[in-house]
């Protein structure tokens, strides 16, 4: 089970302001790969996360630091670092949102997948993640099936608009501003207008995108070139790009402010990197709400979340045992009996059928086992020449010898 580790730099150990310098990409982490190494890499709002099997961690630490100008040192202080069970725990956790800084949020699958599809483009991930990764799958969909998780769907663009009805009561009357067509700010804007907001603006760099979300939830779109007339305008700013740079600025915002009398503005930033410097937050009467502020909202469902979150836990418990045991037949000799387990069971459901009595019986089984032990001593004699994990686990996917397998099961 240590095969795989993992070291995650998120939201719980590391503030927004060190977490929006750190990120990898697949081709990134392909400059340290080996023969046989395997890494998958993620990155969101909330983390930057390598999982991998055959690598040394200082080797990834070292990798970060020269991509983010953090010490080797700084990093393995704030990272956590997960070995085996834990590294896959974690990885169940963070595919069913169980480990989000709102716990239940969706978004985060299908960050994951779209992350595997570039780690599997770089060819970056192997037998071990492939498998690992299709199981937290697997685990978040039966989540997502089987508790009631998923009726309390929240994300980080939710809590936003719930910060700001905190602070500003009824926000009905409230102009608000959204800065962003991605998928963080399309929730934000939609969780707007259900709570009745009127005056809804979208800006977006592409304006196209601004106007087909804008078209949608009956909001304005306006060019990126207003931005700064909009803030003057605007009671409350949601903001969630993929800037690199900050597109909100401090001098901005003080002649903004001016141009507004000094009357009071929400600006909230989910985006990482962020959206807005810091430092706008420093103006009198800007109130400027970053993403780590979010842990401070009340879950209005922590109840019913706390009782579907035991049941997600049972579910994940079960599904690493039998990513366990998936491990544990990754070797030659676990698998060549699984294979002649399997042709013992042939055989008997063969015989089920056959209407013979035991002299026949007994001369077709013979006949049957000839048969099958020359039909598996080719993959069998193979498995012993090459006793290497690709080739043990192609041997199991083509004989169907593991659980994941509906026909399998249910013999």
Not at 289 to 310: F, G, M, P
Not at 336 to 341: A, G, P, R, V
Request: glycine share 6%; charged share 30%.
């Amino acid at each position: 089970m240590n095969l795989i580790g993992c070291i995650s730099i998120n939201h719980r150990n590391t503030p927004v302001e060190i977490r929006e310098q750190i990120h990898i990409e697949p081709k990134d982490i392909l400059a340290i790969m080996e023969k046989d190494s395997e890494a998958f890499t993620l990155n969101t709002c909330n983390r930057t996360e390598v999982y991998f099997r055959e690598l040394d961690a200082s080797a990834i630490y070292a990798r970060l630091s020269s991509l983010c100008g953090i010490s080797q040192d700084e990093l393995e202080d704030m990272a956590d670092h997960f070995m085996g069970r834990e590294a896959i725990r974690h990885m169940f956790m963070v595919a069913c949102g169980l480990d989000s800084l709102v716990t239940g949020e969706p978004q985060i699958l299908g960050q994951i997948k779209d992350s595997y599809r570039d780690c599997l483009a770089a060819n970056t991930t192997g037998t071990l993640l492939n498998k690992a990764l299709h199981r937290a799958f697997r685990t978040a969909k039966r989540i997502r099936t089987e508790t009631d998780i998923g009726k309390y769907s929240v994300s980080v663009a939710s809590e936003a608009v719930e910060l700001a009805s905190h602070i500003f009561g009824d926000i009905t009357d409230s102009s608000v501003l959204v800065i962003g067509a991605g998928d963080m700010a399309s929730i934000a804007a939609k969780r707007l207008k259900n709570r009745g907001v009127k005056k809804l603006s979208i800006i977006n760099r592409t304006h196209r995108t601004a106007c087909t979300l804008a078209e949608e939830l009956g909001g304005v779109p306006k060019p990126f070139e207003q931005l700064e007339d909009e803030l003057t305008s605007c009671d409350i700013v949601i903001s969630s790009t993929g800037s690199a740079t900050p597109l909100i600025t401090k001098d901005m915002i003080e002649a903004v402010m001016k141009r507004r009398k000094n009357s009071p503005m929400i600006i909230i930033d989910i985006a990482v990197p962020r959206d807005v410097d810091p430092d706008a937050g420093k103006v009198y009467n800007c109130y400027l709400y970053d993403i780590d502020a979010l842990k401070s909202i009340v879950d209005r469902h922590i109840k019913n979340r706390e009782e579907s979150t035991e049941q997600a836990l049972g579910i994940i418990n079960h599904e690493i045992e039998s990513f366990e045991n998936w491990l544990g037949s990754l070797n030659a000799n676990t698998t060549i009996k699984d294979l002649f387990s399997l042709m013992e069971e042939y055989i008997e459901e063969q015989l089920r059928d056959i209407p013979l009595g035991e002299e026949g019986k007994g001369l077709a089984e013979n006949a049957l086992r000839t048969t099958l032990k020359r039909l598996i001593h080719r993959p069998v004699s193979f498995l012993k020449a090459h006793p290497d994990v690709n080739h043990i686990e192609q041997t199991r996917r083509i004989f169907q010898l593991d659980e994941d397998y509906q026909d399998r099961h249910k013999r």
